[in-house]
């Protein structure tokens, strides 16, 4: 799956939900913001990238083709990969967004620069 069709799969689901959100390119790939807070996102592989609670991550990779992101090596607790295979049902989609949005009110915002 090429990262507009997840693209535009996550902004159909958050507009259906009458989710107000924001688009923006963020770790090679366009991110979904809510409150100011990334959500989620698809990267340039079609991956979907899932900001989930940090105290869920190791019980949520357990699941089928989830794995942890890292950047410059260094796993990013509360921030997954869904390859493809792990959302192509709405049903799994429903899922990772559910679980992103379960933890969204509870996420940090990251700090503006200026």
Known sequence: MDKQITATRIADALTAKGIVYEEKK???????????????????????????????????????????????????????????????????LEFWLGKCLEYNPKAKSSKKKK
């Open 26 to 92: 963020m770790f090679g790939g366009i991110c979904y913001l809510v409150d100011d807070k990334m959500l989620a996102g698809a990267n340039r592989d079609g991956k979907l990238l899932a900001r989930v609670d940090p105290a869920e991550t190791d019980e949520l990779l357990e699941r089928p083709f989830a794995t942890p992101m890292a950047m410059q090596g260094k796993h990013m607790p509360g921030f997954l990969y869904v390859l493809p295979e792990g959302y192509e049902s709405e049903a799994d």
